[in-house]
């Protein structure tokens, strides 16, 4: 399975934009890259998903490297609520997909 | 639309024993994952149902089953229980099977095995 690297922690300030990085230099072609982002006592949520051009939803952006070998998931105005471990996976296009979270990133939010 | 639900929300078993978990999923979606989420090991993948029929499974024991019924619930059940058993169970719906769907996750059941 091709591996993820994200930072064990980050810290940003309320209503400000939140940048989480995620390196996947081993990510092949038909590798989708997804997050998802989990809440203190809730199970994981989706966040957003996307396989080369960049994405956008309520929630958040996706940007995604022109090789493909890292991505950025860009939430425009953190909010208390956001404070979450996020978690960036890549899922193959090969029948056997299944959602294997590394330790993610710790987002704190600074009221 | 109702999200994905999970009885019994907390277990507390004794080793050795059985236990049953089980996921009802969103109106609509076929497919059920289940996961086991531990401290130290995070989250790791158990199996996949659709259509009843398990498309995938994960690296875990042969104590580890489930199965999946014509209404789209699912069940998983673990035998023999060991202490290393001990974490959140997750299940997650979604309307189809592919790297390119998003999975809705339940709050998941706490099983404590003493």
């Known amino acids: 399975d091709a591996k993820t690297t994200q930072p064990n922690s980050m810290e940003s300030n309320e209503e400000e934009p939140v940048h989480l990085p995620c390196n996947h230099s081993t990510i092949s072609g038909t590798d989708y890259i997804h997050w998802y982002r989990q809440l203190p006592s809730q199970g994981p949520e989706y966040v957003i998903h996307g396989l080369t051009s960049n994405v956008n939803n309520r929630m958040a952006s996706l940007a995604i490297a022109e090789d493909r070998k890292s991505s950025t998931l860009i939430l425009h105005r953190a909010t208390l609520r956001d404070a979450a471990v996020y978690y960036c996976i890549l899922l193959s296009n090969f029948g056997n997909e299944k959602l294997t979270f590394g330790t993610g990133t710790r987002l704190t939010i600074i009221p | 639309k109702a999200g994905v639900t999970q009885t019994p929300r907390y277990l507390i078993k004794t080793r050795g024993q059985q236990v049953t978990l089980s996921c009802s999923p969103i109106?609509?979606?076929?497919?059920v994952s289940w996961y086991q989420q531990t401290p130290g090991q995070g989250l790791q993948f158990l199996f996949e149902?659709?259509?009843?029929?398990?498309?995938n499974k994960g690296n875990f024991p042969g104590r580890f089953s489930g199965r999946q019924f014509s209404n789209s619930r699912s069940e998983m059940n673990v035998s023999t229980l060991e202490l290393g058993d001990s974490a959140l169970y997750l299940c997650?719906?979604?309307?189809?099977?592919?790297?390119?769907?998003?999975?809705?996750f339940g709050p998941g059941t706490r099983l404590t095995v003493l």
């Open positions: 149902y659709f259509s009843e029929t398990q498309r």
């Open positions: 997650a719906s979604s309307s189809r099977v592919g790297p390119y769907n998003e999975q809705f």
């Open positions: 109106s609509g979606h076929r497919s």
